[in-house]
Each structure stands twice: as C-alpha cells, then as structure tokens.
C-alpha cells in the first residue's frame, strides 16, 4: 500500500523473540533483561493471521528476525506456512547463526529465500569480546553451508571503535572469491548502542578504496537501502547502510512488528498499535485489514534520532528486531 507520502510499503519485518543466545555488548545487557512473557509473545497462529492481512495490503516480502529467531520451536513450520500466504514473494531471516548450522537444511526446504547473517568480526578474540561467545566457528560452519547450498546470503556487520575497525577490510575481501554480500550497518543510538562509537561509512569507503579498485553498482539487492560496491574481480559485492549520515527515509518501505505483536511504524518513533491487544480482542480479518490500513498510511516522514526524544521508542534492539 501507499502511505501519506506517497511511499510504497512492501516489506514488514517480525520479530519472533526477544531472546537470544548471544550478548552483543551494543543490544542486549549480560544481565538484568526483562524477557517477556511466553503468552505475551505473539503465536505462529497470530503471526501468520497478521502475514495475511499485511499480504492483502500489499506487504510481499517477510524478514524474521528477533533476538534470535531461530531459538524459536519449529521456526520451518512459520517459514513454510508465510511462504504459501498469497502475494507473499519472499521470506528471509536474519540471524546470528550459531543455529543455522543445524537448521539450514529444514529451513530451504520450507522456502526460505535468503540470510543475513550478523558477524561483525572473523576473529575468536574479538567475537567473543563483542557477543561473549566462544562460538564463532559455529557460525562460520552455518555461513559457508549456506554459500555452498546457493542461498542468497548477506553478511550484516556494525563497525565498532576500539573492537572490530581494524577487520573491516578482511570482511570486504569475502566478497573477492564468494558470491556474498558484506554490509556496514552504522551503529544506531537505540538502546545500549548509544554507549558505544561508530566509524562513519564514508571512512570505511575511503579505507576500501586504499586497498582495492572498487565501482558503484545501479539499482539495489534485496529490499533495503544499502547502496553497493563490486571490488573489480570480485563475486560478491560490498554494501553500506547508513541510516544517520545518509538518512533514507524517503525510500523507506517498511514496517515492523515486535514479538509482543505491536505495529511499528518507524524504528526510532513509538508510534503504532497492538495488533496482539486486537487479535485477542476476536476482531475479525476484515477489522484488522482496516485498522492496519489506516495506522500504516501515518507512517512517520522521517526518524528524528538525533534529536527528538519525546517520541523515542524505549525498546532496545533485541526487542525490535533491528
Ligand atoms: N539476533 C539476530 C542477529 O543478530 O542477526 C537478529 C536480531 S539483531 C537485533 C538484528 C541486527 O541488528 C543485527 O545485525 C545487529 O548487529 C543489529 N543491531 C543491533 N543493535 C544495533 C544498533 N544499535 N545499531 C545498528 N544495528 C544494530
Ligand atoms: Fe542477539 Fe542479535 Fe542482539 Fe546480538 S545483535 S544480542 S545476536 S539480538
């Protein structure tokens, strides 16, 4: 559908979980968190009644994410059921990957379309630094599983002064010999992520181009708002989101719905609806099609993160699903 600014929405990403078996020291506290409720949680049941509605919409494109989502039972059981929703074209997920190696197999078979796999080091030392894992290799044996089965997979990684700047360029030299998609994700100020420091994606370009010949690709891959690079003899390309020093909210296609099953609008802002409180309330499909429709057309212009807080979510990453 269309909202108030003419922007075409296609895309929701849903959270399935706020947990996680992982600690990045930018999302999610070692300890203290307040985790929701099993009957707090959205079921398969709601999530696949709200993918039908979004579908009638105009959503085709379906990303879960969480926390974890793949610590969710029978996550191939989802996949599978949002695949064969009408109008639905694809479904992703994104992941840290310490289960994928496990699931992957389940997970084509059900649909899945594609992966974004978070590692923002190749290096044991610093991961566990950063996630408080000792895990890497897992996750290591999950992506090149799935480079070798074919699926499309992007790796997604935030750059963080005083841990991982100096492994930047390792990370671009995946994409000399894999067919493989690295993106740099500026660290946003939500949550724990405002107590740490970013590089801007300029300089991490700037740093690419000391090293290798690089060309801007047209068009984009995927649904978002990465802009791409090709280092010249590479296979995969080297793609940067910059969501602060170049906002994209004009482009903007997207909607979120957290685990808890609230509507959100805009990453930054609170503004949405409980679709939980609704489905439980026993509105009908045709309802909530109405009420989906009228609160997605006021999606905000714009995210105001560096300098409105009023109307700042408090929901820290983990709980939104990034
Ligand atoms: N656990 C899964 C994972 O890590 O891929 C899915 C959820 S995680 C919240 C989704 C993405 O958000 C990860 O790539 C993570 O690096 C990113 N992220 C978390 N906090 C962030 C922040 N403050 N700024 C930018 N990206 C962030
Ligand atoms: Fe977990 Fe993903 Fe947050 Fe890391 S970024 S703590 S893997 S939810």
Do not use: W
Not at 61 to 68: H, P, S
Not at 204 to 217: A, G, S, T, W
Not at 221 to 240: H, T
């Amino acid at each position: 559908m269309i909202d108030h600014k003419g922007r075409k929405i296609d895309y929701m990403r849903i959270s399935l979980t706020d947990r996680c078996n992982l600690r990045c020291k930018y999302c999610m506290p070692d300890e203290g968190v307040s985790l929701l409720r099993h009957e707090d949680i959205l079921s398969y049941e709601e999530i696949i009644k709200i993918v039908r509605v979004a579908a009638n919409l105009g959503i085709s494109k379906i990303r879960l994410t969480g926390g974890e989502p793949l610590l969710r039972k029978n996550i191939t059981y989802l996949v599978k059921s949002i695949k064969n929703i009408k109008g639905i074209e694809e479904v992703s997920i994104t992941t840290n990957g310490i289960l994928l190696e496990r699931l992957l197999d389940d997970l084509i078979e059900a649909g899945l379309d594609r992966i974004n796999l978070s590692l923002d080091t190749m290096n044991c030392a610093t991961y566990k630094e950063i996630t408080g894992s000792d895990k890497l290799q897992k996750v290591l044996n999950g992506l090149y599983k799935a480079l070798d089965s074919g699926l499309k997979v992007k790796i997604n990684v935030v750059p963080l002064r005083g841990y991982n700047i100096d492994e930047l360029i390792d990370l671009v030299k995946l994409t000399i010999d894999r067919q493989l998609d690295v993106r740099f994700i500026e660290l946003m100020p939500i949550g724990l992520g405002k107590n740490f420091d970013s590089i801007e994606n300029e300089d991490i370009l700037k740093e690419i181009k000391k090293e290798y010949k690089i060309h801007k690709m047209l068009g984009t891959i995927g649904n978002g708002p990465a802009v791409y690079y090709k280092i010249q003899e590479g296979k995969g390309s080297i793609g940067f989101i910059s969501p602060l020093s170049h906002q994209f909210c004009k482009e903007c296609n997207r909607i979120r719905l957290t685990a808890e099953g609230f509507l959100k609008l805009c990453l930054h802002s609170n503004k949405g609806i409980s679709l939980r409180d609704l489905l439980r309330k026993n509105i009908s499909e045709n309802e909530l099609e109405e009420i989906m429709r009228t609160i997605i057309a006021l999606k905000p212009d714009r995210h105001h993160f560096q300098e409105d807080t009023e109307n700042e979510d408090s929901r820290r990453m983990h709980q939104i699903g990034g």
